[in-house]
T-cell receptor, first 109, second 116 residues
Framework: GQQLNQSPQSMFIQEGEDVSMNCTSS?????WLWYKQDPGEGPVLLIA?????ELTSNGRLTAQFGITRKDSFLNISASIPSDVGIYFC?????????FGAGTTVTVRA | EAGVAQSPRYKIIEKRQSVAFWCNPI?????LYWYQQILGQGPKLLIQ????????DSQLPKDRFSAERLKGVDSTLKIQPAKLEDSAVYLC??????????????FGPGTRLTVT
């Protein structure tokens, strides 16, 4: 079956830092989505990528759809406290999303 | 534009009891999804509706879970009887049907179910 690996599993950020996370799959996907989930809330769509090689930005967020269609990364630049939460990659085929296990971002004390 | 609405937000029941969750999708969204999210994991699709028809229910434990979307708008997910392992957040999502934007699913706040 298809395997989806999201890394790192968790990370600590300091305000102002750039952070990066990625997702790799054993299968090819047509679309990669990135979501953020805050405690007690549903996931919120951050970025959608539709073409292999595509690089898309949304404010301080940048994501790329890998050329092989088996991976994607998400970068957050100049992180702020409200960036804490759980980030999920969600690649898709046939309008069905597969969610990674998530990257938990917390603030370094 | 109003988002996906879900109720209740929290529910605590004993094992073997029944429970139902309700979802109202974003207006105009023909496709509706129910997901189960166990603590520490990503959401897992249970069932997908397009209008009032089931598109995919391959991951739905049909011996105890059921879902309906009778008029193609709001939907109900039921568990009967509940087991301890059903403790999770149940998320509803909706999307526009047609073209690439169908991949973009919008989630409600979820219902946190605790089975004791």
């Amino acid at each position: 079956g298809q395997q989806l690996n999201q890394s790192p599993q968790s990370m600590f950020i300091q305000e102002g830092e750039d952070v990066s996370m990625n997702c790799t799959s054993s299968s090819i996907f047509n679309t990669w989505l990135w979501y953020k989930q805050d405690p007690g809330e549903g996931p919120v769509l951050l970025i959608a990528l539709y073409k292999a090689g595509e690089l898309t930005s949304n404010g301080r967020l940048t994501a790329q759809f890998g050329i092989t269609r088996k991976d994607s990364f998400l970068n957050i630049s100049a992180s702020i406290p409200s960036d804490v939460g759980i980030y999920f990659c969600a690649p898709a085929n046939d309008y069905k999303l597969s969610f990674g296990a998530g990257t938990t971002v917390t603030v370094r004390a | 534009e109003a988002g996906v609405a879900q109720s209740p937000r929290y529910k605590i029941i004993e094992k073997r009891q029944s429970v139902a969750f309700w979802c109202n999708p974003i207006s105009g969204h023909a496709t509706l999804y129910w997901y189960q999210q166990i603590l520490g994991q990503g959401p897992k699709l249970l069932i997908q509706f397009q209008n009032n028809g089931v598109v995919d229910d391959s991951q739905l434990p049909k011996d105890r879970f059921s879902a309906e979307r009778l008029k193609g708008v709001d939907s109900t997910l039921k568990i009967q009887p509940a087991k301890l392992e059903d403790s999770a957040v149940y998320l509803c999502a909706s999307s526009v049907t047609g073209a690439t934007v169908s991949y973009e699913q919008y989630f409600g706040p979820g219902t946190r179910l605790t089975v004791t």
